[in-house]
T-cell receptor, first 114, second 113 residues
Framework: SQQGEEDPQALSIQEGENATMNCSYK?????LQWYRQNSGRGLVHLILIRSNEREKHSGRLRVTLDTSKKSSSLLITASRAADTASYFCATDTYSGAGSYQLTFGKGTKLSVIP | EAQVTQNPRYLITVTGKKLTVTCSQN?????MSWYRQDPGLGLRQIYYSMNVEVTDKGDVPEGYKVSRKEKRNFPLILESPSPNQTSLYFCASSPGQGDYEQYFGPGTRLTVT
């Protein structure tokens, strides 16, 4: 079942600009994670934000989480051509009996034009 | 180097011919899972395993089998592949469930004709 939905589906910006991607979800979460995928390759973990956290930074990445609105955003500052990739949010939810489920959205395709 | 490996990376096969995609991790992770990725549908979980001999269905398990006889290996078995199983498959592992990142393999592109 799809939980996270990224917005926009595709984003094209000039090198040096900031890129913002959003993720909305429907049910309570344990944490929310962002991953990057270069074309046809495996996903790479970027950042994990727990449900009791509001903001997290990692290098040029800034992630915010608003549990009241059930939404998260990923900001990439001073983008580079190498940031061109698809970005996925994944929501981790407790599914009972000590088990968690990580559910991925459909992704935002970011193109950074040199 | 810590990694998740998958084999084969590319496979073209015919309907009904049983195949196995192997997945191995060298990080002593307890949790492993399989996903398929299709255009417009994102990643969907097929099966997962919380530990040796413990497996459970994900969102799209029909037509697939898995086994977890050793901690490091988690093969995906398609006993009678059909064209609708043409997809990009990823294996992933993590130390556990909950507050852990997933480590992904490089992917296996499967075409069933």
């Amino acid at each position: 079942s799809q939980q996270g939905e990224e917005d926009p589906q595709a984003l094209s910006i000039q090198e040096g600009e900031n890129a913002t991607m959003n993720c909305s979800y429907k049910t309570s979460i344990n944490n929310l994670q962002w991953y990057r995928q270069n074309s046809g390759r495996g996903l790479v973990h970027l950042i994990l934000i727990r449900s009791n956290e509001r903001e997290k930074h990692s290098g040029r990445l800034r992630v915010t989480l608003d549990t009241s609105k059930k939404s998260s955003s990923l900001l990439i500052t001073a983008s580079r051509a190498a940031d061109t990739a698809s970005y996925f949010c994944a929501t981790d939810t407790y599914s009972g009996a000590g088990s968690y489920q990580l559910t991925f959205g459909k992704g935002t395709k970011l193109s950074v034009i040199p | 180097e810590a990694q998740v490996t998958q084999n084969p990376r590319y496979l073209i096969t015919v309907t009904g011919k049983k195949l196995t995609v192997t997945c191995s991790q060298n990080m002593n992770h307890e949790y492993m899972s399989w996903y398929r990725q299709d255009p417009g549908l994102g990643l969907r979980q097929i099966y997962y395993s919380m530990n040796v001999e413990v497996t459970d269905k994900g969102d799209v398990p029909e037509g697939y089998k898995v086994s977890r006889k050793e901690k490091r290996n988690f093969p995906l078995i398609l006993e009678s592949p059909s064209p609708n199983q043409t997809s990009l498959y990823f294996c992933a592992s993590s130390p556990g469930q909950g507050d852990y990142e997933q480590y992904f393999g490089p992917g296996t592109r499967l075409t069933v004709t």
